[in-house]
């Protein structure tokens, strides 16, 4: 999730390295803006687990990895940083890196009701700008709705929609998953209809 950034002032991407690195929590970097992010709510951490292992033996065997929300994905070509719920890379550089994923293959976003409009407007905008990516998944943590953008000929993306009952691939990685896998254990309900 996204909150406010903390101050107005820009760094340098050395600066928010080396400022990053001394902070409790996690800040994204675009382009010389901070941007803080904020703690998850417990629908939103199941989805990012239930996909983390539907993926896990997958993607051992075609010798790619996924990482989880710590991960920091570099745009270098753009001077930006970001930490999605869950990245897929399958470059043996970024097996060997230590800080940074540069060469993503999936992105995976969970939305979330402070994130959803970043998440489907800029992030598209900047994620798209990787040469590496060929999907990008957004996940619905407050209904059940899985998107996917992927990559097509040129500059295009070709968009689908996914909800319960229906299974989608990520042909990048041929990984074939039902939607309600996704879903498993997740209540909707807030917490003043649970009283």
């Known amino acids: 999730m996204i909150a406010q950034p903390e101050n107005h002032q ?24 901070i941007l803080a992010m904020t703690g998850a709510s417990l629908p939103h951490i199941d989805i990012t687990l239930s996909f983390y292992r539907a993926l896990y033996s997958h993607l051992r065997q075609r010798g790619c ?5 710590d991960a920091k994905v570099k745009d270098s070509k753009n001077n930006r940083y970001f930490y999605p719920d869950l990245v897929i890379s399958c470059n043996p550089d970024d097996f060997k890196s230590r800080k940074f994923i540069e060469n993503p293959s999936v ?39 899985v998107e996917i953008y992927q990559r097509g000929e040129g500059r295009m993306w070709l968009y689908s929609v996914f909800s319960l009952g229906e299974d989608f691939t990520l042909s990048s990685i041929e990984f074939n ?3 309600d896998v996704l879903y498993e254990d997740v209540s909707f309900e807030t917490e003043s209809e649970q009283q």
């Open 10 to 33: 820009k760094m340098t991407p050395e600066e928010y390295l080396e400022w990053e690195a001394q902070q409790e929590f996690r800040h994204e970097y675009v382009e010389g803006k």
């Open 107 to 145: 992105i995976i976003e969970v939305l979330s009701p402070s994130t959803r409009g970043y998440d489907r407007d800029d992030k598209l905008k900047y994620y798209r700008q990787f040469s590496s990516l060929q999907e990008y998944v957004l996940v619905d943590s407050e209904s059940v709705s």
């Open 177 to 179: 998953c039902a939607v």
């Open 65 to 69: 990895r996924a990482y989880v929300s």
